[in-house]
Structures are given as structure tokens and as C-alpha cells.
């Protein structure tokens, strides 16, 4: 069972080694309901508490306007930790499914997503995203880059949304998305089922089976995945080359 403080360790070395956060930040903690944006916010609520650098959070849903989605939970857990919470609605769900009936809906959906939230972000007054990735989605992501586009690429800890002037910052890249899920059912996290139609059937799914077999086979195979991505020239991952 993973507890607080593991948790924080990864986030705190994280934030620290890619400089994610800066006295007088404002960052809104995008909160899909699923286990990693949750337990994001509560990282980043109990970091804020010693966190030598003064930041402020906020808490944002993009609803895609799915039927069988009840925020009323996560609601409550914000209230309880003080986190002020916006709930956007949206048609996504409708115009991608219904409308447009898309072949690959993830990748329209995420981009819409996203459009939504830094627009919500930037209303709150906000000057950083976080995001929940995991360990575990950041070699997800790479492999499915190369298997799929032909390019070694995997998204980067901290960005720079130049034309918006927003920065994203993903705290949760040191932690295994195993002890993701313990750490939530630990602390009994409001973990909401995806309404979503395309969840647990798309590539990403595929991909983690791989993997799983993968890790079967060769020892370390994670550690040596995200070490090679860290010593590589992957937009913003070397350490070393970062600092001056
Ligand atoms: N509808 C949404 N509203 C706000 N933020 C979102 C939404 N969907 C995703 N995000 C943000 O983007 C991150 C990555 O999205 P993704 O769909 O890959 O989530 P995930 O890996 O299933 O994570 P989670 O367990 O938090 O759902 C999430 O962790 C969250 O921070």
C-alpha cells in the first residue's frame, strides 16, 4: 500500500529535477475522476503545505456530456480539502461520437479536451496545467509513438503553450501507475468510471498488455524504459542538459 509520503517523494523529486513549480503559481489540476488527477490533487494539496515555493491550486473537470457521470464526490473531496472546483460542460462526447462518428476518436478528443481546459484555466486566472501521467504512460506513450508514428517521442514533464502562454507540468512521471492505484484505494479516492465508450478498448489498452509481457521477460524493463527516455534528446526529459 503506498502511502502519503512515497507518493510525495515521487512528486517533490519530480517538481524539483524539472523545475515545475515557482513562488506565485497558479495551477489548475485537470480532474478526469480517474485515480491519477485525483490522487494528483491530493499530492499537490499536501505538497502545498512545505512546498518552499508559495503556489495556489485550483481544480477543473471537462465534462464531455456522457450520461452516468456523477462529480458529486470528487465535489465533496475538494470541499473537504479546500480546492475550489469548476465543472465545465461540453457537447465533446456528442460531436465526436454522434456527429462525426470518428474512426479514431481519442486523438479529436484529447485535442478538444485540452482546448477546453486551458481555456477554463486561463478564465480561472490560472498560469499552469497539471496533468496525471504516470510512469507507466510515459513509455506507454513512447512505444506507441514508435510502433505507430514512426518517431521516438514521448510527451514532455513541463511545456510551454507558447500562443496561450500556459505552462503544463505533469508531477506523477516518477510514479508507477501501481502504486498509483493502491495509493487511491488506499485513501479511498471518489475514482468515477469513465463513460466514455472508447475506454478499455483502444491502443493504449493493447499497448499495456505488451508491456506486461514485457516486464515478464526482461528484469527492470521499466526503470531501463524511463532511464533511456531520461538520458535521451526527447523534448525536455534530460536532466543533465537542463542544468546551466
Ligand atoms: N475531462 C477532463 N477534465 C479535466 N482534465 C482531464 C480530463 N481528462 C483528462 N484530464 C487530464 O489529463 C490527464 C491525462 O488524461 P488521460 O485521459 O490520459 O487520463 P488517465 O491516464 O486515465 O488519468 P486519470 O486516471 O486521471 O483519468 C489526466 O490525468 C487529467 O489530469
Redesign the pocket.
Given at each position: 500500500m503506498m502511502k502519503l509520503q512515497k507518493l510525495l517523494s515521487y512528486v517533490r523529486r519530480a517538481v524539483d529535477d524539472y523545475n515545475m513549480i515557482k513562488d506565485g503559481d497558479r495551477i489548475a489540476?485537470?480532474?478526469?475522476?480517474?485515480?491519477?488527477?485525483?490522487t494528483?490533487l491530493l499530492a499537490l494539496k499536501s505538497l502545498q503545505r512545505f512546498y518552499p515555493e508559495k503556489f495556489e491550486l485550483e481544480a477543473?473537470?471537462?465534462?464531455?456530456g456522457f450520461d452516468n457521470f456523477d462529480l458529486e464526490a470528487v465535489k465533496k473531496m475538494c470541499d473537504e480539502i479546500g480546492v475550489r472546483y469548476t465543472v465545465q460542460d461540453t457537447y465533446i462526447g456528442q460531436i465526436i461520437f454522434q456527429e462525426r462518428k470518428e474512426k479514431n476518436p481519442c486523438s479529436l478528443c484529447s485535442k478538444m479536451?485540452k482546448a477546453a481546459?486551458y481555456d477554463v484555466a486561463k478564465k480561472l486566472g490560472c498560469n499552469k496545467i497539471?496533468?496525471?501521467?504516470n510512469k507507466d504512460?510515459v513509455i506507454q506513450t513512447l512505444l506507441l509513438s514508435m510502433f505507430y508514428e514512426g518517431r521516438i517521442h514521448t510527451f514532455s514533464p513541463v511545456t510551454h503553450l507558447e500562443d496561450i502562454n500556459l505552462h503544463s507540468i505533469r508531477p506523477l512521471i516518477y510514479a508507477p501507475e501501481k502504486e498509483v492505484i493502491s495509493f487511491s484505494r488506499k485513501y479511498g479516492l471518489p475514482v468515477v468510471k469513465s463513460p466514455c465508450p472508447a475506454d478499455g478498448k483502444t491502443k493504449r489498452e493493447d499497448m499495456k498488455i505488451f508491456i506486461k509481457q514485457l516486464r515478464k521477460q526482461y528484469d527492470h524493463f521499466d526503470s531501463r524504459m524511463f532511464g533511456a527516455i531520461q538520458r535521451s534528446f526527447i523534448d525536455g526529459w534530460n536532466i543533465e542538459r537542463k542544468t546551466p
Open positions: 489540476v485537470g480532474i478526469s475522476g480517474g485515480k491519477d488527477s485525483l494528483l477543473i473537470t471537462i465534462s464531455l479536451r481546459l497539471a496533468l496525471g501521467h504512460d
